[in-house]
């Protein structure tokens, strides 16, 4: 009998333990610099919650301890929405950082983070306007880099101050993590560089000033809702190696005008194009497969067609039509001239015009490739006869003066 009542005080104990494991821990307070603390004691130490008073403004100091107990978390949402926290300075004790912990703190400018530190939650520190995100450099879990918060090994973006406009991501990055952008509205443009496989979950959610994106050939992966309500976004390139796109990943981008891929076709998830640009256009090469439409058609709500020769030549040396190559030239001039849009030196200035057999034969330097008379039209601005303000170029010799008339030329596409 006593063997009995032994056993079932031990069986009641362990569903007494079991109960106390089950129920949520309760909430405390305590006041200390002028603030009350909202906490939660988890054995030996504490966790600081939501529900501050009043809302903290300025610069904070986190404490080191509350009821008794060593702070060693910051909870998720903690200090969310406080608009007018400027700089925070976390003690040694805190180990972990939780979602949202910092969320659209519109002031926050500064925050220090401790070697102790070795987790920090998604969207912490999105859409605010911080500019400097130190880590201690023996903080062994995270690093900062220009900035921008790095696991230790480089290979992950784990958070971007949210005052940044440009953003060019380190090259040692393989993975722009979930949230590292999360509602950064003042971003306006970012480089990401090759060595970039994948673009997690709501990595760029709401960068709604973003306007330009290209996802280079080695990212093999962009995550759900990854660009969601990038409301400024107008036109993405996607690489020619990405085989999914998941869902909702650029719904709600109103204004985005075309998407070029360069590969063949990929698996998309539901929404993934939902509440674009009504005449939104997807441009595919035409040696590209699997795009399951006869071109034109749509395709996931998009208009898809394929591209001419010219955007092809533009797109896979990563230029648009208006960008500025490095000789000074706008890429479409280039691809117009067949100049490498690459070589600074590579250009041509001048333009002479030779009649052969009553027609015309025009020469460019320092290349010598020639245009037949009727591309000339194009050349001249639209002009149909070779006449206008023709002059001499002193460094011509007196025999090329002779032979040819020199002119200076702007090319403009039709």
Not at 102 to 111: A, E, G
Not at 357 to 380: A, F, H, S
Request: charged share 20%; hydrophobic share 35%; with cysteine.
């Amino acid at each position: 009998m006593k063997r009995g009542h032994g056993m079932m005080k031990r069986l009641l104990a362990v569903l007494e333990l079991a109960l106390v494991a089950a129920m949520p821990l309760m909430a405390a307070t305590e006041t200390v610099g002028g603030y009350t603390w909202t906490y939660r004691i988890n054995g030996d130490t504490a966790e600081i919650q939501s529900g501050i008073t009043p809302t903290p403004t300025g610069a904070l100091t986190i404490p080191s301890t509350l009821g008794g107990k060593t702070v060693t978390s910051i909870g998720s949402y903690s200090f969310s929405e406080c608009s007018e926290l400027t700089n925070v300075t976390i003690g040694n004790s805190v180990r972990s950082i939780g979602d949202y912990a910092f969320y659209y703190c519109r002031s926050l400018t500064s925050v220090t983070i401790p070697s102790s530190v070795t987790s920090i939650g998604n969207g912490t520190f999105g859409g605010n306007q911080l500019v400097v995100l130190k880590v201690a450099t023996d903080n062994p879990s995270y690093k900062a880099v220009s900035g921008l918060l790095l696991t230790k090994d480089g290979k992950t973006l784990v958070a971007v101050p949210g005052g940044l406009a440009s953003v060019t991501i380190p090259d040692s990055v393989t993975s722009i993590g979930e949230r590292a952008f999360y509602n950064s509205s003042g971003l306006t443009s970012v480089t990401i560089p090759d060595s970039v496989t994948s673009i997690e979950e709501k990595a760029f959610y709401g960068c709604s000033s973003l306007t330009r994106v290209t996802v280079p050939d080695s990212v093999t992966g962009i995550g759900e809702w990854a660009f969601y309500y990038c409301s400024g976004l107008t036109n993405v390139t996607i690489g020619n190696s990405a085989t999914r796109i998941g869902a909702y990943a650029f719904c709600e981008c109103r204004r985005l005008a075309s998407v070029i891929f360069k590969g063949n076709a990929l698996r998309v998830g539901n929404s993934a194009f939902s509440y674009v640009g009504s005449g939104c256009t997807a441009y595919v090469k035409e040696s590209s497969t699997g795009w399951g439409v006869e071109i034109p058609g749509m395709w996931n709500r998009l208009n898809i067609q394929y591209m001419t020769p010219e955007m092809e030549w533009l797109v896979d040396r990563g230029l648009t039509a208006d960008a500025r190559a490095a000789n000074g030239r706008t890429a479409a001039e280039c691809y117009a001239l067949g100049l490498d849009p690459e070589d600074a030196t590579n250009d041509f200035s001048i333009v002479s015009i030779e009649m052969v057999d009553g027609k015309p034969k025009v020469e460019w330097e320092p290349k010598t490739n020639r245009w037949t008379g009727e591309e000339i039209p194009t050349v001249l601005k639209g002009a149909e006869r070779l006449d206008g303000e023709w002059h001499e170029v002193d460094k011509a010799s007196e025999s090329d003066k002779a032979k040819y008339r020199f002119f200076k030329v702007v090319v403009e596409l039709p």
